[in-house]
């Protein structure tokens, strides 16, 4: 499967917002933690290569820490979207990871399990969405971290698992998901790209994929979501986003969902200037 673009993006924007508040107390299974030595937690300002433990693998990312003073901070997880196989994940969403820290937010850039410096394999939204909830507990244990205010950030594939982290429990407040996959089942005969259908068949339907999918899924998201979908999106057709909006309202749950004009899959640097004011007033407003 093609690479994915793990952009920035803006145009003007067509913003369809339900924003229907409703919280309820998610849950997920625990399953074992990897045998391995973290990375010792640092305290000061910087940039660190860290590693930490997922379920049963062990992930690597890097943190960005900016200078804490005696307030806490708040803290997000940024976590990329499809790429070839040997592609440093992190590195895809570093970029993205810095400048939340250069607003104020301790980041971690993660890769996802099945890219290096992370082991295991890519399943498709298996198993490392309990990766996710692992790293975000992980995130939010960190010096000078307010625990309460930890977000989850993901493009793509990335938007897929953190939605499902979202669904198992995960420690945090607050999800955004740049053009997910949310129906697996459904992208299969709907997508574009000639090379997903046989991915999916290989990597995604082994193990069934309602667990995989979000919109499956969705009665367990119990944080407020965003999603930032391209218009014109036909390799993660538009609707995957839209559908799951649509479900979170009708559940009476918090949803916001931005359709980007003229986007297709991953944003341009003009759409993501769209985006971008979207995605920090919603992170603002839930993380202070």
Same mark, same amino acid.
């Given at each position: 499967?093609?690479?994915?673009?793990?952009?920035?993006?803006?145009a003007s924007p067509r913003l369809a917002a339900a924003i229907l508040i409703s919280l309820a107390a998610g849950c997920a299974g625990e399953r074992g933690v990897a045998t391995l030595t973290p990375t010792p937690p640092p305290s000061t300002a910087g940039r660190f290569d860290v590693r930490l433990p997922g379920s049963g693998v062990e992930l690597g990312g890097i943190l960005f820490r900016p200078e804490i003073g005696s307030d806490r901070r708040a803290a997000i997880l940024v976590l990329h979207g499809w790429a070839p196989a040997? @592609?440093?994940? =992190? #590195?895809?969403?570093?970029? *993205? %990871?810095?400048?939340y820290s250069e607003a104020g937010m301790v980041a971690l850039a993660l890769s996802m399990r099945g890219w290096p410096p992370s082991g295991g394999v890519d399943d498709c939204g298996l198993e490392q969405p309990d990766d996710?909830?692992? =790293? #975000? $507990?992980?995130?939010?244990?960190?010096?000078?971290?307010?625990?309460? *205010? /930890? !977000?989850?950030?993901?493009?793509?594939q990335g938007?897929?698992? /953190? &939605?499902? #982290?979202?669904? *198992?429990? $995960?420690?945090?407040? $607050?999800?955004? %998901?740049?053009y997910p996959v949310t129906d697996v089942a459904r992208w299969k005969p709907t997508t574009s790209h000639p090379d997903i259908p046989? +991915?999916?068949? !290989?990597v995604c339907e082994p193990g069934g @994929?309602?667990?995989?999918?979000?919109?499956?899924? $969705? #009665?367990?998201? %119990?944080?407020?979501? &965003?999603? /930032? +979908?391209?218009?014109?999106? @036909?390799?993660?057709? @538009?609707?995957?986003?839209v559908l799951l909006h649509e479900a979170m309202a009708a559940l009476g749950r918090r949803s916001t969902l931005l359709l980007v004009p003229g986007a297709q899959h991953g944003l341009t640097a003009d759409e993501e200037a769209v985006a971008r004011p979207v995605v920090e007033g919603f992170l603002e407003s839930l993380l202070g």
């Amino acid at each position: 499967m093609p690479t994915d673009v793990h952009g920035s993006g803006t145009a003007s924007p067509r913003l369809a917002a339900a924003i229907l508040i409703s919280l309820a107390a998610g849950c997920a299974g625990e399953r074992g933690v990897a045998t391995l030595t973290p990375t010792p937690p640092p305290s000061t300002a910087g940039r660190f290569d860290v590693r930490l433990p997922g379920s049963g693998v062990e992930l690597g990312g890097i943190l960005f820490r900016p200078e804490i003073g005696s307030d806490r901070r708040a803290a997000i997880l940024v976590l990329h979207g499809w790429a070839p196989a040997g @592609t440093n994940g =992190a #590195a895809l969403v570093e970029a *993205r %990871a810095r400048r939340y820290s250069e607003a104020g937010m301790v980041a971690l850039a993660l890769s996802m399990r099945g890219w290096p410096p992370s082991g295991g394999v890519d399943d498709c939204g298996l198993e490392q969405p309990d990766d996710v909830v692992r =790293a #975000a $507990a992980w995130l939010g244990s960190q010096p000078g971290v307010d625990p309460g *205010r /930890v !977000a989850l950030l993901g493009f793509s594939q990335g938007g897929q698992v /953190v &939605l499902l #982290a979202g669904a *198992r429990g $995960a420690p945090v407040r $607050a999800i955004v %998901a740049y053009y997910p996959v949310t129906d697996v089942a459904r992208w299969k005969p709907t997508t574009s790209h000639p090379d997903i259908p046989g +991915h999916i068949v !290989a990597v995604c339907e082994p193990g069934g @994929t309602a667990r995989r999918s979000p919109l499956v899924q $969705a #009665a367990s998201v %119990a944080v407020p979501i &965003l999603l /930032v +979908h391209g218009e014109q999106d @036909t390799r993660v057709p @538009t609707e995957q986003s839209v559908l799951l909006h649509e479900a979170m309202a009708a559940l009476g749950r918090r949803s916001t969902l931005l359709l980007v004009p003229g986007a297709q899959h991953g944003l341009t640097a003009d759409e993501e200037a769209v985006a971008r004011p979207v995605v920090e007033g919603f992170l603002e407003s839930l993380l202070g």
